[in-house]
């Protein structure tokens, strides 16, 4: 482990399916990558219910530690249970008001469904309307695949950005709310990775060569990607660094990488040669 | 939503490449649907880092909110950045100690490895030690596929058992500790779900249907599956209810599934005769 810094993000995933067990919470690593892509560090995932005070009280703990960004995903549809915004506003002081931009934006994507035969009537029912009443002061972001508009609150100390759960719904929001968040995010990190075939299946040997390179070598994470044990497993190891310039993070994992690789040399000459003649 | 009681569980997910993206957290999905079926409901999932401080904040949160359960998975290897032990020894006050019986297992399990010509020899080197050091009191649970044991911890109001990250060996660790989890679930509650077609794909009409059955039938959890707007699409809706005894749930998921049928049938009539017509 290397102490990293850089601007803090944290996502809260909401949906009461993720901790049934009925859907696996894919979003939040692809947001993580893409977040890890713009710069900043993922410090905390969390799945929560459809319930306002839950949603509140996480966006409330990642502010009290520091979070500089907040993305949630799921809970800005049309239904009952749908209560993001609900947990935004009361975390945040804002109450929920109509949004004329928002209101125009899910009237004109509700007469766009009705044209193409795919809702009954455009008319702006309960449940639609519900998705235009966003926290105070927060901006819509036009949604290109769904009818919810995104939400972007931008706070002096926090970005605030709450996507649709529909994987495509809030993989195309994100991707137009990239830049908004890429401003909130000071003194981007480049982040360089590689991974190096250890040639040994045992992590426990392996554990001393990664200390070693990970004393030698500060500011490099290096992680070993245990599987299982197999005579012919080939552990690998991820070494990754981040820093304001990609050269120097790349500087910093080729000289690792190479430290690692004669520390693996030494170490499990045995098991290599052992393992290459079965 | 519904109000729930039953014995609340939280699941604590541990490492960095979680939070980098590179890792989708499937362990925490499983382990959610294996807690219910046990009549467990897990109210919380979070993944953090490897550092034993977040982990230790994270169980004593969770055991603050009143969890009677915490199941955390990762961390429990050999290497340096394997430090959930410290991470729960921190959060429960319990100093990590050598455990003569998860010695044995572990020197047996590398035994096992070397005959087997997976590992270069049995000795017990610091990383594989390190694996049989647990929090003092913790009972050491047999790894039937790794060699890090699960670790038991029993308390008067919290049971937490940590297993491994690699999904084979979180499994097989979760059976074998299954009746361990299930003493500790007072009332344990059946938990009963049916999915119900709406003949419709639009979900601000569902909603109003949705939220009149959660009304009229108590105890029930109602969702709609949102997936993506289609004049073809059928927007499922989820019941489900959890209760002791199996029959209960059912009868309250059974007419819950038949009020909702009425309301959809008198809600999306135009919109289901207008989309079957196409």
Not at 70 to 93: F, K, M, N, R
Request: aromatic content about 2%.
């Amino acid at each position: 482990m290397s102490p990293e810094s850089g601007t803090a993000a944290e996502i809260v995933a909401v949906g009461r399916e993720l901790l049934s067990g009925h859907t696996v919470d894919t979003n939040s690593a692809w947001l993580a990558a893409r977040l890890r892509e713009l710069g900043a560090r993922v410090t905390r995932i969390v799945s929560v219910d459809d319930d306002p005070a839950e949603i509140a009280r996480e966006i409330a703990a990642a502010r009290a530690r520091g979070a500089r960004l907040v993305i949630t995903t799921g809970g800005l549809g049309p239904t009952a249970d749908d209560c993001t915004l609900a947990g935004v506003a009361g975390a945040l002081e804002r109450p929920l008001r109509e949004h004329a931009g928002a209101v125009a934006f899910v009237a004109r994507r509700y007469a766009e469904l009705a044209a193409a035969g795919a809702v009954a009537d455009a008319a702006l029912n309960a449940g639609r309307r519900k998705m235009a009443c966003l926290p105070e002061g927060a901006e819509p972001i036009d949604n290109p695949v769904g009818t919810a508009p995104g939400v972007l609150i931008v706070e002096t100390t926090l970005t605030l950005l709450s996507l649709p759960g529909v994987p495509r719904e809030m993989q195309a929001l994100f991707a137009a709310s990239a830049a908004r968040l890429r401003a909130a995010i000071e003194g981007p990190l480049q982040f360089v990775e590689r991974e190096v075939a250890s040639g040994s299946g045992d992590e426990s040997v392996i554990a001393m060569a990664v200390a070693r390179v990970a004393q030698a070598v500060p500011g490099v994470d290096l992680k070993s990607l245990p599987t299982t044990f197999a005579p012919d497993c080939d552990l690998r190891v991820r070494i990754s660094a981040r820093a304001p310039e990609a050269a120097e993070a790349e500087a910093r994992v080729r000289e690792a990488a190479e430290r690692l690789e004669h520390e693996l040399a030494k170490l499990t000459l045995g098991t290599v040669s052992r393992l290459r003649r079965e």
